[in-house]
């Protein structure tokens, strides 16, 4: 045999052997389109911004990227399940996916609180989603979750900002005020002086009107118009108390059991969504504070001097709580320190 000859041979068989190797995938891919309907618990209301700008765009792009075979039917906050109940919910497999604050469940990982942001350390959207994706703070967190049951995948990145009642002008006047919070950022509110409390997100608006609270955070500026906490309460506090995440929480098993293509398609959207929302996200907060000033009389005021030292000090002391939670949560800690050296403000 000629060697040009051998050397057709060879690569028919090549063709021969990449033509049967995509077979079956392609086999498998249209034997697969079987219709997929999830039922997602959300924690934020139906009224809140996020309900649709985030799970419901997701819910429309997944239908159409496949083409209708993975539907999501969506429940707003307290429909099945409210706050940390979801986490629940979605690991015992009542449904096979919500979406969550990681800081309802800071007790189920180590990082969990790195996940949801230290208040004080990041000042920026991407810094949070470089720390997120590309430093490996989700992945810490998902080796513990997986043996749970369960996985969270971050939904965006966002900025935390207060909105209150009564103009303050010093740390004495904060510390007469109750404001609702969660998470870490309990903690943060109540170095400075302040009372906090924990309320679920569809209470909070009533709980503003009626003076159970003199203010709150649900996010930034959209929250705050899409959840109307502006119309009783019209001082919109600067800077940011920190950066945070929300996130989608899946039941594993669930997950699993999905055709490959459209478990695939599923992945892959989240990933991207994850970008492209938090990006979106900080042009939303323009606009929303844009209508705030112009149409609803906001006023935006910085938090005075002396309750930024003491929100500085806090943010430390957080942080070594945050870290001292395990090896994983110092191998984590030592991820967002070197990123804060990085960026120069440590």
Do not use: C
């Amino acid at each position: 045999m000629s060697k040009s000859i051998s050397r057709l041979t060879r690569r028919n068989m090549l063709k021969a052997s990449a033509v049967a190797a995509a077979t079956p995938a392609i086999i498998s891919s249209a034997h697969a389109q079987e219709k997929v309907t999830w039922k997602v618990q959300a924690h934020w209301p139906k009224a809140s911004g996020s309900f649709n700008d985030s799970l419901g765009v997701l819910a429309k792009e997944l239908d159409a990227r496949t083409g209708g075979s993975f539907k999501l039917e969506m429940y707003g906050a307290g429909e099945i399940a409210k706050d940390r109940e979801i986490y629940n919910i979605v690991r015992r497999g009542v449904v096979p996916m919500g979406t969550i604050s990681p800081a309802y469940i800071l007790g189920e990982a180590q990082a969990m609180g790195l996940l949801y942001g230290v208040p004080g350390t990041l000042r920026e959207s991407w810094e949070m989603m470089h720390l997120t994706k590309n430093l490996g703070i989700e992945k810490m967190v998902n080796d513990e979750l997986r043996p749970k049951g369960v996985i969270i995948m971050a939904e965006k990145a966002y900025p935390t900002e207060v909105v209150l009642k009564k103009k303050i002008s010093s740390a004495a006047d904060l510390g007469s005020l109750k404001i609702r919070s969660t998470g870490t950022m309990l903690e943060y509110l109540a170095a400075a002086g302040s009372s906090p409390q924990q309320i679920a997100g569809p209470e909070i608006y009533q709980a503003i009107s009626t003076g159970v609270v003199d203010g709150a955070h649900w996010g930034a500026a959209i929250g705050a118009l899409s959840m109307k906490f502006w119309e009783v309460a019209k001082f919109h506090m600067k800077p940011a108390l920190g950066f945070a995440n929300d996130a989608y929480i899946v039941n594993v098993a669930a997950l699993e059991k999905l055709p490959a293509d459209l478990r695939l398609q599923f992945l892959s959207l989240i990933e991207e969504r994850y970008f492209r929302r938090s990006v979106e996200y900080l042009h939303q907060e323009a606009v929303a504070l844009t209508t705030g000033k112009a149409k609803m009389d906001v006023e935006v005021v910085r938090f005075p001097d002396d309750v930024l030292k003491k929100f500085a000090a806090a943010s430390k002391e957080i942080l070594k709580k945050e870290t001292s939670k395990g090896e994983v949560a110092n191998k984590g800690g030592e991820v967002l320190t070197k990123l804060m050296s990085d960026l120069g403000y440590v």
